[in-house]
T-cell receptor, first 116, second 109 residues
Framework: GAGVSQSPSNKVTEKGKDVELRCDPI?????LYWYRQSLGQGLEFLIY????????KSGLPSDRFSAERTGGSVSTLTIQRTQQEDSAVYLC??????????????FGSGTQLSVL | LAKTTQPISMDSYEGQEVNITCSHN???????ITWYQQFPSQGPRFIIQ???TKVTNEVASLFIPADRKSSTLSLPRVSLSDTAVYYC??????????FGTGTRLLVSP
């Protein structure tokens, strides 16, 4: 597609349920990032993938959070046993390094997660 | 990882030039400096990127001194639509990229 696609755009769930958030990056982009943004706050790093590997998972808030990427493309962020404090916008970004330069991230519109 | 420090907020009026400075004292040799803009209910959007000296594109300029310990995003003649949060990001490829707290710019008529 033309840009990074995230689904669903909105998700309302009950406390204790599991949720899956999907990110479809720009075709050919090798790096994929997940961030979380609470209302009025900055972006909190969660995890990034280089291909299908996740070199740094240090940002995942707890063991209830997990993420995977398959085929070097689509990524899924799973939150098990959701809690109210998980309510936030979850943003995905992808990038493609061209030679020796800094990364330019392309963000999706995010998934607004609300845990009741 | 280079930590960044920016002003929390700035106010300006339409037609003025706005300069937002970001401090990054522990920037690494291979790090680039990138600025993003975020509007409410949207993901951040790339504005400009640089390594040293000055970079200019159609929407902004980026000034980076020789020591690279800071950078300044310059927005010429801002309009109401430039009201947004601006993030300075320091890093390079194949690593964790951590955003700072950002600067909330409010442009008034």
């Amino acid at each position: 597609g033309a840009g990074v696609s995230q689904s669903p755009s909105n998700k309302v769930t009950e406390k204790g349920k599991d949720v899956e958030l999907r990110c479809d990056p720009i075709s050919g982009h090798t790096a994929l990032y997940w961030y979380r943004q609470s209302l009025g706050q900055g972006l909190e790093f969660l995890i990034y993938f280089q291909g299908n590997s996740a070199p740094d998972k240090s940002g995942l808030p707890s063991d209830r959070f997990s993420a995977e990427r398959t085929g070097g493309s689509v990524s899924t962020l799973t939150i098990q046993r959701t809690q109210q404090e998980d309510s936030a916008v979850y943003l995905c970004a992808s990038s493609s390094l061209l030679g020796v330069q800094g990364e330019k991230l392309f963000f999706g519109s995010g998934t607004q997660l609300s845990v009741l | 990882l280079a930590k960044t420090t920016q002003p929390i907020s700035m106010d300006s009026y339409e037609g003025q030039e706005v300069n937002i400075t970001c401090s990054h004292n522990n920037i690494a040799t291979n790090d680039y400096i990138t600025w993003y803009q975020q509007f409410p209910s949207q993901g951040p959007r790339f504005i400009i990127q640089g390594y040293k000296t000055k970079v200019t594109n159609e929407v902004a300029s980026l000034f980076i001194p020789a020591d690279r310990k800071s950078s300044t995003l310059s927005l010429p003649r801002v309009s109401l639509s430039d009201t947004a949060v601006y993030y300075c990001l320091v890093g390079r490829g194949f690593q964790k990229l951590v955003f700072g707290t950002g600067t909330r710019l409010l442009v008034s008529p």
